[in-house]
């Protein structure tokens, strides 16, 4: 549905997005993850038209981004990080206002912001002026305009800021029907957000793109979590020596009658032949196997990974 190659933005001297690439498919949900300044908002603006790269390409549904604009832009919607709302204009005169600029007219124009209406609850607000509005409804509001046209692509910039919890399950229910029939790129900061949402992520570092995965991959980080009778990691380390793409071996748990350990394969390696062999060598050797299974991780811990390993480049 979309590819990017070698995106880069620069301003100056400074590089805000430097060779970024990647490729997403129709109906994914993908997270943007990253610090503020890592150039999150840089390349949701780019994919939106509304910035030009400064070398790159970008395709969407097949058409080239810089040869015709209003081809792919007519099949986008796109919630920027600054709400895209006129304070005097009433919420129903503001959708009205964007159908029109998205080319609605008639009843198809009618029928969507009837839908958008719906789908976003905002029933009880459709007379008052925009600016007299909570943040929440705002927000709510600049997903509306957004979904108008039924856009193949939907591009949210923090899509929940200033909801409710009710108000931010709503979001997260809707987004996840969107994605039945369109493809769904959301920046934001909140790493829940990512976990109920999304199917991959994307984290940004510095305007580099350090991580493109599916969240069910990442979540493993290629490794195994071994619990046997072994007395120490050495123990295990010399058992395990032989075993193809063992990598590092960490202990996780150490006592009287059992050690835990993470044991970090080759990403080249199967991880299922590699826990198939890892077994065979723990009981042929006369020792217990009490548990081996994929390692388990949590976001926050890959995000933050992620950004030590920058941290400690600079010290070096």
């Known amino acids: 549905m979309i590819t990017t ?6 301003y100056g001297d400074f590089v805000a997005v430097q060779d970024v690439s990647f490729s997403i498919k129709a109906g994914e949900i993908a997270g943007l993850l990253g610090h503020n300044g890592a150039g999150k908002t840089t390349i949701m603006k780019m994919l939106s038209g509304y910035l030009e790269p400064s070398n790159g390409t970008i395709l969407v549904d097949g058409i080239d981004l810089a040869r015709d604009r209003r081809g792919v832009q007519s099949r986008l919607g796109y919630l920027p990080e600054n709400l895209p709302v006129y304070p005097e204009m009433s919420v129903v005169d503001y959708l009205d206002y964007a159908a029109r600029l998205k080319g609605l007219a008639g009843e198809t124009c009618t029928r969507e912001i009837r839908r958008v209406i719906q789908a976003t609850d905002v029933t009880a607000k459709l007379l008052a002026p925009i600016g007299t509005l909570s943040r929440g409804y705002k927000q709510r509001v600049g997903v509306a305009q957004a979904l108008l046209g039924q856009p193949k692509l939907l591009i949210l910039d923090e899509p929940t800021n200033g909801l409710d919890p009710t108000q931010t399950q709503q979001m997260r229910a809707l987004i996840k029907d969107i994605s039945k029939t369109a493809t769904v790129i959301l920046s934001t900061h909140i790493m829940q957000e ?5 199917d991959r992520v994307l984290i940004m570092r510095n305007g580099v793109l350090a991580v493109d ?15 046997t009778n072994l007395t120490s990691k050495n123990t295990v380390s010399r058992l395990l020596a032989p075993v ?7 202990t996780v748990l150490c006592g ?5 350990v993470q044991i970090k394969i080759s990403d080249d390696v199967d991880l299922s032949e590699a ?6 060598t723990v009981v042929d050797s006369g020792h217990a196997l009490f548990e081996l299974a994929p390692a388990q991780r949590d976001l926050e811990s890959v995000f933050r990974e992620v950004n030590e390993k920058e941290e400690l480049a600079h010290v070096a």
Do not use: P
């Not at 995965?213 to 619990?227: F, M, V």
């Not at 009287?256 to 835990?260: I, N, V």
């Open 244 to 250: 193809n793409g063992v990598l590092d071996i960490d």
């Open 194 to 198: 990512v976990d109920a949402l999304c």
């Open 213 to 227: 995965e599916q969240l069910t991959t990442l979540r493993t980080g290629h490794c195994l979590t071994l619990s």
């Open 256 to 260: 009287d009658q059992q050690l835990r």
């Open 275 to 280: 826990a198939a062999e890892i077994a065979k």
């Open 5 to 10: 190659k070698n995106l880069t933005r620069a």
